[in-house]
């Protein structure tokens, strides 16, 4: 079972649309979570820590729940510049294990 | 400017030639890690130091070698390529205890 698990998409959403992406982990012991976008062919960059409480940065909000052992992103008024893929990060131990990733193509 | 630095960005070679990725970082940190990144698998961990002289193995260790005698490089050594090792490989840093990675900016390699 891996440790992280996305679905892949595609997921193909108009301009200004609310898109949600799931993410789940199989490791209890995993003590913090991200989330990192990477556009295509480049390095993943930090989008955002992913906090017990839920946190938001402008459009974006991130929840985790530990007893469901998943972790949510949600994107509001989504833009062309949003298209990218979006991967779901556990750290357990000294270990970092990243999922497969969930495509996003906004669409004018 | 804080950053991980890849090099060569990009890179063919042959079966058998040994290569080396550098990987350096400026921003003082502990810990630093490899991935290689093949469609449909993801971001797989290959080696991970978390400070000078430590090294450990991550999910594919195998066919790669690595040494951090410096806190701040952290070389990918590939003794003998094969063509199963194509793939975009990524170096990564961190503070460590709970802190986000810093990625570098990959490097592409074929072995033919």
């Known amino acids: 079972r891996k440790e992280v698990e996305q679905d892949p998409g595609p997921f193909n959403v108009p301009e200004g649309a609310t898109v949600a992406f799931n993410c789940t982990y199989s490791?209890?012991?995993?003590?913090?979570f991200f989330w990192y976008r990477q556009d295509c062919r480049k390095e993943p960059k930090l989008l955002m820590s992913?906090?017990?409480s839920g946190n938001e940065d402008g459009r974006f909000t991130a929840q985790l729940n530990r007893a469901s052992q998943y972790i949510s992103l949600l994107i509001r008024d989504s833009k062309l510049s949003d298209s990218a893929t979006y991967l779901c990060?556990?750290?357990?131990?000294?270990?970092?294990?990243f999922g497969t990733g969930t495509s996003l193509t906004v669409i004018p | 400017e804080a950053q991980v630095t890849q090099n060569p960005r990009y890179l063919i070679t042959v079966t058998g030639k040994k290569l080396t990725v550098t990987c350096s970082q400026n921003?003082?940190?502990?810990?630093m890690s490899w991935y290689r990144q093949d469609p449909g698998l993801g971001l797989r961990q290959i080696y991970y130091?978390?400070?000078?002289?430590?090294?450990d193995k991550g999910d594919v260790p195998e066919g790669y070698k690595v040494s951090r005698k410096e806190k701040r490089n952290f070389p990918l050594i590939l003794e003998s390529p094969s063509p199963n090792q194509t793939s975009l490989y990524f170096c990564?840093?961190?503070f460590g205890g709970g802190a986000s990675y810093t990625f570098g900016s990959g490097t592409r390699l074929t072995v033919v």
């Open positions: 990564a840093s961190s």
């Open positions: 992913v906090y017990s």
């Open positions: 490791n209890s012991a995993s003590q913090s």
């Open positions: 921003m003082n940190h502990e810990y």
């Open positions: 990060v556990a750290l357990t131990g000294n270990q970092f294990y």
């Open positions: 130091s978390m400070n000078v002289e430590v090294t």
